[in-house]
């Protein structure tokens, strides 16, 4: 079982940054895929971002390229999404995901989310 809380979500302006992060429990963190995905207003929740269990590799929707970048720690079971140059269009709630396959079981696990505004 793995428990995630996202925080560091707010009101910003257009062009401003955030840094959302998300704490995870468990001893097993770092055997875990994460990801951040949100979900607008009226809208179905999508993906923005992953990172493979080692941080090795990074994965982003199109529509954050170059925008958002997504890290690991580890150590800290903490996985962070860096986000720069806020747009309106990224007003939504952001969740924390957390999956991994071994063999035959799936887990998938997904915090509450946090709420990122951005408006002027």
């Known amino acids: 079982q793995v428990q995630l809380v996202e925080s560091g979500g707010g009101l910003v302006q257009p062009g401003g940054s955030l840094r959302l992060s998300c704490a995870a429990s468990?001893?097993?963190?770092?055997?875990?895929?994460m990801g951040w995905f949100r979900q607008g207003p009226g809208k179905e929740r999508e993906f923005v971002a992953r990172?493979?269990?080692?941080?090795?590799?990074?994965d982003y929707a199109d529509s954050v390229k170059g925008r958002f970048t997504i890290s690991r720690d580890n150590a800290k079971n903490t996985v962070h999404l860096q986000m720069n140059n806020l747009k309106p269009e990224d007003t939504a709630v952001y969740y924390c995901?957390?999956?991994?396959?071994?063999?035959?079981?799936?887990?998938?696990?997904w915090g509450r989310g946090t709420q990122v505004t951005v408006s002027s």
């Open positions: 990172i493979t269990s080692s941080g090795g590799s990074t």
């Open positions: 995901n957390a999956n991994k396959v071994e063999g035959p079981d799936r887990y998938n696990y």
């Open positions: 468990g001893r097993t963190f770092s055997s875990y895929a």
